[in-house]
């Protein structure tokens, strides 16, 4: 019962912290949510005790450097991409040795930029990498809970499995929506031991076991990244700015 009362109180906090209340999946009778790990990004500075700010690192067309990754003082969490002389940056954070965890409900909050030559990302990464073996998905899975490297409205939640070389495998699902390029949204996975459930704005948009469900622990990721896939960085009126507004992570008891 006690337990039960502080799992209620958890979520309660959780969501007067950020705008809205929490909308977390449907669970089984007699089982309960309970916030496991959050950041609600308060405060003047990245805290260090669980995020990693990742730089200086060249990555794709771009580089990740430290001084993109930063807080607002409004709480919110800004990954900015901006053109530093002869080179285009862009900010990066991942709880990498400080947040290691399997399965649960996983759920951003964030606002998407709005130039083209960049795109924000919302994902978790296997702490054993992601191996090339004939166990496949079930030995390390890259899990993209949200990507969009669009102007359109629209993102994509995509599985990558089997290393990056001659044997990768990938699954991929795009989600169009009006309205993506306006304001705040949350993207989530309910990351089950047999499955995938993806979530939009508390609405399941994607079901899937593809390559075998990940059964090894994870950090989570908050990336910009530069690359011609989201069109010419050239092109963008710059700096731009990924917002987030928080990160929680939630196990059912």
């Not at 006690?2 to 999946?25: E, F, Q, W, Y």
């Not at 704005?201 to 989570?220: I, L």
């Given at each position: 019962?006690?337990?039960?009362?502080?799992?209620?109180?958890?979520?309660?906090?959780?969501?007067?912290?950020?705008?809205?209340?929490?909308?977390?999946?449907?669970?089984?009778?007699?089982?309960?949510?309970?916030?496991?790990?959050?950041?609600?990004?308060?405060?003047?500075?990245?805290?260090?005790?669980?995020?990693?700010?990742?730089?200086?690192?060249?990555?794709?067309?771009?580089?990740?450097?430290?001084?993109?990754?930063?807080?607002?003082?409004?709480?919110?969490?800004?990954?900015?991409?901006?053109?530093?002389?002869?080179?285009?940056?862009?900010?990066?954070?991942?709880?990498?040795?400080?947040?290691?965890?399997?399965?649960?409900?996983?759920?951003?909050?964030?606002?998407?930029?709005?130039?083209?030559?960049?795109?924000?990302?919302?994902?978790?990464?296997?702490?054993?990498?992601?191996?090339?073996?004939?166990?496949?998905?079930?030995?390390?899975?890259?899990?993209?809970?949200?990507?969009?490297?669009?102007?359109?409205?629209?993102?994509?939640?995509?599985?990558?499995?089997?290393?990056?070389?001659?044997?990768?495998?990938?699954?991929?699902?795009?989600?169009?929506?009006?309205?993506?390029?306006?304001g705040f949204h949350t993207f989530g996975i309910w990351?089950?031991?047999?499955?995938?459930?993806?979530?939009?704005?508390?609405?399941?948009?994607?079901?899937?076991?593809?390559?075998?469900?990940?059964?090894?622990?994870?950090?989570?990721?908050?990336?910009?990244?530069?690359?011609?896939?989201?069109?010419?960085?050239?092109?963008?009126?710059?700096?731009?700015?990924?917002?987030?507004?928080?990160?929680?992570v939630y196990d059912v008891e």
């Amino acid at each position: 019962m006690i337990r039960n009362v502080c799992a209620i109180l958890l979520l309660c906090t959780c969501a007067s912290a950020g705008a809205g209340k929490a909308v977390l999946p449907p669970i089984e009778k007699g089982k309960t949510w309970r916030l496991v790990w959050q950041d609600e990004f308060k405060g003047k500075k990245v805290d260090e005790s669980k995020w990693e700010v990742i730089g200086d690192s060249p990555r794709r067309d771009g580089f990740w450097v430290k001084e993109d990754a930063y807080l607002d003082g409004k709480g919110h969490l800004i990954l900015r991409t901006k053109k530093d002389d002869a080179r285009f940056t862009c900010g990066a954070v991942r709880t990498r040795g400080k947040f290691e965890h399997r399965f649960g409900y996983w759920e951003a909050r964030c606002k998407f930029p709005k130039q083209p030559g960049h795109w924000p990302a919302f994902w978790l990464f296997p702490t054993v990498g992601v191996p090339d073996t004939s166990d496949e998905g079930r030995a390390g899975t890259e899990i993209d809970v949200m990507e969009k490297a669009w102007l359109s409205s629209k993102i994509q939640h995509a599985l990558h499995w089997n290393g990056y070389a001659e044997h990768h495998k990938s699954a991929s699902h795009e989600v169009r929506r009006n309205g993506f390029n306006k304001g705040f949204h949350t993207f989530g996975i309910w990351w089950k031991q047999d499955e995938y459930i993806f979530y939009v704005d508390g609405k399941e948009t994607w079901r899937t076991a593809a390559g075998g469900v990940c059964q090894v622990p994870v950090y989570a990721k908050l990336t910009e990244e530069i690359g011609t896939w989201a069109g010419k960085i050239g092109a963008a009126k710059l700096p731009d700015e990924f917002v987030v507004d928080y990160v929680r992570v939630y196990d059912v008891e």
